[in-house]
């Protein structure tokens, strides 16, 4: 496979743009490799611009469930932009995905659009210190909530493959106001809230989290949760930027029926454009400005091409059979994956809820930060790299998840498996 124009490309970006991306994770680094360029996308298929083809399984990391250029999804934009990009005042496609949002989550009564879960996430901390004026966070380990300071503390995504646990420019009084936990383990927050029993604002969560690999929940954790926050008198605050419309027509709290304070979202909601919205509670949106004193703002919050993406995403997604058949071919994927590595290299444990799944390369049961810590990152740049070269585009780091689209089909799947049992017999 020729990767030559991919490499010019790269040589020109790292002149111009820090490493050569404009987000960490996509530079290859911790696959010991550099990245592709891709010229276009279709369905569930990258095309490089070496004229190379890849079946996709990161869609641009969760929001295109419908997979690359969906005709329905590609239309809406088109018109919203022969109608113009952005206007700095309000319209109508904002209330209606505001409005299709608070049907889905019961626990959304309203809903502030923004332009990345970022943004969402350190809007969403900012009016729960607010709402409850106190100061302190609880976060997990190996949990993501976008790059905002307060969380760029022991957190996932690249900050795991990137050899510091957190980020360098945190200052130390930030670092101060946030507590971390440890996911799956509630006693570390009770611990927590008996130290800062008045201090703590929220407690924010990926309720699956997605940004360490795939980790599921434990029984009871995320009930104890709702309820120490509740006995506690903080907020907690469900991240559902991945979740959110990937797993149901609605989040997981949906499905667990676990209602959160304030909810982030992002990534679905936008049909592929940047977004990201928080909401929650009337009382407590009702303090963001102009309706409360909590000022948050944006030039392209609420755009029109983000919102019309957003609509047809969802409206596509309002028949229910799309979740189930994705979730079958998930199924099938994965238990096919699981025999070919049992056959073979038995050293892969398999996380996967819905259309995500994780692939990591240990043997123990991966269930916490500490079990996910123990893949062998080194094996799985491997597997990428050879996955890549039969045409498969898994995620370039073993703490991202894979997700798997509408577009894809049974040729896929088997395509893909063909190439990793080739993979696999060549090791
Ligand atoms: N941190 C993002 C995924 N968890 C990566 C986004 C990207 O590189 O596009």
Redesign the pocket.
């Known amino acids: 496979m020729g990767r030559e124009i991919s490499d010019q490309w790269y040589g020109r970006a790292q002149k111009v743009i820090p490493g050569g ?6 530079a290859f680094k911790s696959v010991g490799s550099t990245p592709l360029f891709i010229e276009r996308a279709q369905g569930s298929h990258l095309y490089d611009v070496d004229g190379n083809e890849y079946i996709d399984y990161i869609g ?3 929001p295109l469930i419908l997979g690359h250029s969906h005709p329905q999804v590609v239309e809406a934009i088109a018109q919203a932009a022969a109608k113009g990009t952005s206007y700095g005042a309000p319209c109508a496609a904002e209330v209606e995905l505001a409005e299709m949002i608070c049907d889905a989550f019961p626990a959304i009564d309203k809903i502030r659009m923004v332009n990345s879960g970022t943004e969402a996430t350190m809007s969403a901390i900012r009016l729960a210190r607010a709402y409850t004026g106190r100061d302190l966070m609880i976060k997990f380990e190996g949990c ?1 909530h ?1 790059h905002a300071d307060s969380f760029l503390i022991q957190a ?3 900050l795991l493959t990137a050899g510091h646990p957190s980020s360098p420019g945190v200052t130390a009084a930030v670092a101060e106001q946030t507590i971390v936990c440890r996911y799956n383990d509630i006693e570390s927050v009770k611990a927590a809230f008996e130290q800062y029993p008045h201090d703590i604002a929220a407690v924010i969560v990926e309720p699956i989290p ?2 360490m690999g795939l980790i599921l929940p434990i029984p009871d954790f995320l009930e104890e949760l709702r309820a120490i926050t509740r006995r506690f008198g903080a907020l907690l605050i469900f991240d559902e930027v ?1 979740t959110g419309f990937r797993l149901i027509y609605g989040g997981y709290q949906t499905i667990s029926g676990i209602e959160p304070d304030l909810t982030t979202l992002g990534k679905v909601i936008g049909g592929g454009l940047p977004v990201g919205a928080y909401g929650g509670r009337f009382d407590i949106m009702s303090k963001v400005a102009p309706e409360g004193p909590v000022y948050q703002a944006g030039t392209l919050s609420g755009n029109p091409l983000a919102m019309a993406a957003g609509i047809a995403t969802l409206k596509i997604l309002q028949d229910r059979d799309y979740y189930d058949r994705i979730e079958v071919l998930t199924q099938l994927l994965v238990g096919r994956l699981k025999t070919l590595c049992e056959e073979r290299l038995n050293f892969f444990a398999f996380n996967e809820y819905g259309s995500m799944f994780t692939m990591f390369c240990t043997d123990e049961y991966v269930w916490d930060y500490q079990s996910v810590m123990s893949s062998d990152t080194k094996i799985y740049a491997r597997f990428h790299q050879e996955m890549l070269q039969e045409g498969v585009y898994l995620p370039p780091s073993q703490f ?1 998840v894979c997700f798997i689209s509408a577009a894809h089909d049974l040729i896929d799947v088997e395509r893909t498996l063909q190439a990793a049992k080739r993979v696999m017999d060549r090791w």
């Open positions: 991306v404009n987000s960490p994770v996509r641009s990391f969760g993501y976008g996932g995504s690249g997605a940004n991945i991202e």
